[in-house]
């Protein structure tokens, strides 16, 4: 049997762990959370919530990571990989040809205010989308037509959205997707606690609410940024209406 090896290329506070929820339901499915964020941790000396419980229970080298896990043994035909674009620092990237790559993105003017609660005031790098711009030039440039999901329209109509992605990746849809218990995963990372907190809380996609509040200034520098890589990126997302 051959895996399909599906990795989750998102920004941080996209709704990726809701996204490795619904893969987790499928009955052909394995999830991983995160292979590769220890060796971003020891790499770049970023201090996230939980970095020496992170450290300490993942594997560091990276060239391990990719032959060991992201390439590793499979007994399911699906192996569905949540992976953060910012993770992809000082790696060899050939592995992305056998890998399925998927993006998944969010309007920066939602998603940074969500990642300032978390780490504080972030800069374009620790948002992913110019990586993952990047990502999309050098995933066509091997010949990949990468599905690219927006978290707004996922959250719009999420049977749809998901049915076109299952149907992208050549696997079947299955209903079970958009449900699942509350309380977490087996498959969570140690840093499940400072990030997760909203998803352990829900049973399903949530519905999606448009932000009442008002942008902070001291984030319109960073949105700037990262509004440009977003808006290439958004041209070719799923879209939810039928």
Request: charged fraction near 20%.
């Amino acid at each position: 049997m051959q895996t399909k090896r599906v990795c989750l290329w998102s920004g941080p506070r996209n709704i990726s762990t809701a996204l490795m929820y619904a893969f987790a339901q499928r009955s052909d499915t394995e999830v991983i959370d995160e292979p590769l964020y220890a060796h971003y941790l020891h790499t770049t000396g970023a201090m996230h919530p939980g970095r020496d419980a992170v450290i300490s229970s993942m594997e560091t080298d990276v060239d391990a990571v990719i032959r060991d896990v992201i390439l590793g043994a499979c007994a399911k035909p699906v192996l569905f990989m949540k992976q953060m674009a910012h993770h992809l620092v000082n790696i060899d990237r050939s592995f992305l040809q056998e890998t399925v790559n998927v993006l998944l993105i969010r309007d920066p003017k939602e998603m940074l205010p969500s990642l300032t609660k978390v780490i504080g005031i972030p800069t374009l790098k620790d948002t992913g989308l110019k990586i993952q711009a990047d990502l999309l030039t050098e995933l066509r440039q091997i010949g990949q037509i990468p599905p690219i999901l927006d978290a707004k329209e996922l959250l719009l109509n999420p049977k749809h959205v998901l049915s076109i992605l299952c149907s992208q990746l050549d696997i079947p849809f299955e209903e079970d997707m958009l449900s699942w218990k509350s309380g977490g995963h087996p498959s969570d990372g140690v840093w499940a606690p400072h990030w997760y907190e909203n998803v352990h809380r829900s049973v399903g996609f949530v519905p999606y609410k448009p932000k009442s509040e008002p942008f902070p200034t001291e984030l319109e520098g960073v949105l700037s940024e990262c509004l440009p890589h977003y808006e290439i990126l958004r041209a070719d997302a799923i879209c939810s209406v039928r």
